[in-house]
């Protein structure tokens, strides 16, 4: 088969990782691998495992320019005649069902996110069949759109559970930051993500601040870069935690997050205003035998059972996060690398996505 996946740009993200992930799988189990996109710094990753990327402006939102994009992607899809077309945002999407109208390639779609229920957004679920990562988007999906339930298959967003692996960790580079960082000795409670307002840090940074007043040892870590003009708001978290008098650390992004995971006691994902779709870091710390706590809203529920591989609390609850966090160091919890290889593990997900394609070529006749 020669799959083609659309996405907006390869830079950051859950998206981004997901699509150069099934590019590389794809190709060691003998497809054909093409990536469209504005371009990005993983682009050529794309290329160095096996695939070809085509860089088309499948990102701007521009309407007077949608035309004349969707023709050049048409011609695009013309000369490397795909079996099948994988759109995994709006505007790429749109794009390729219009460029699509003549070609008539299978087409899928994958709802990643609760989007703004809106005429823009149901583009998502015009595909001949829709993918879904987790059971709150199937809800969010059959709540707000009229789909055929039969046409929505669950693939969830798979983790390289051969990277994400105790074994294999540069313990140098640990040793390093913690000497940086003052580590050693210390309780490392941990948040990785990018600094945006629904990621919930504040109510990491207050909990944090309670669960010190009965635990000296604990040290907050928050990993993650400033999203999109968040400056501001960093400032806003740093305050919070001079006025919760919380000792706090903000390392910003790193790129060894695996070994962040490892030197971690907890990892918490505090998501607050939304949910996680998948809760990628939540899988990722488990691949790795860290205890984890989330929020009990989205892709978390489907990740972690309560007081059994992890913890839960109630989302904007920084009260219950901190009870959370006593109750985990008491009794961490137990097959967290063992649930994520067998349920959540990237061969998994590479299997079912492959099975969805089989099923929307064999219709066409592919």
Known sequence: ????????????????????????????????????????????????????????????????????????????????????????????????WQANKSLKIPFITTVHGFNSVNAYSAIMTKGDYIIYGGNAIKEHILKNYPVNPGDLYYVPRGIDTDFF?????????????????????????????????????????????????????ILGLIVGGVWHDKEDYLEELKGLTTTCKAEIIFAGSQSQVREIYALSDILVSAASSKPETFGRVAAEAMAMNTPVIASAHGGSLDIISDKANGYLFTPHQSTELTEAIHQCLQKPPSQMRTHICTHFSLSNMVSRELEVYHKAAAVYGK
């Open 1 to 96: 088969m020669h799959i083609v996946q659309l996405l907006p740009e390869l830079n950051q993200g859950g998206i981004e990782r997901g699509t150069v992930e099934l590019n590389r799988e794809l190709v060691k189990r003998g497809h054909q691998s093409t990536v469209i996109s504005a371009g990005g710094r993983l682009s050529s990753v794309i290329q160095d495992d096996g695939g070809n990327h085509i860089t088309l402006d499948l990102c701007s939102k521009n309407p007077f320019t949608f035309f004349q994009r969707s023709y050049l992607l048409e011609q695009e899809l013309k000369r490397i005649n795909p079996t099948l077309l994988h759109a995994r945002s709006r505007v790429p999407a749109w794009l390729c």
């Open 165 to 217: 692996d105790p074994e294999k960790l540069d313990r140098n580079w640990i040793e390093k930051f913690k000497n940086n960082y003052q580590l050693h000795e210390r309780t490392i409670i941990s948040t990785v993500g990018r600094i945006t307002p629904w990621k919930g840090h504040d109510d990491f940074i207050r909990a944090i601040a309670e669960a010190q007043k009965e635990n000296s040892s």
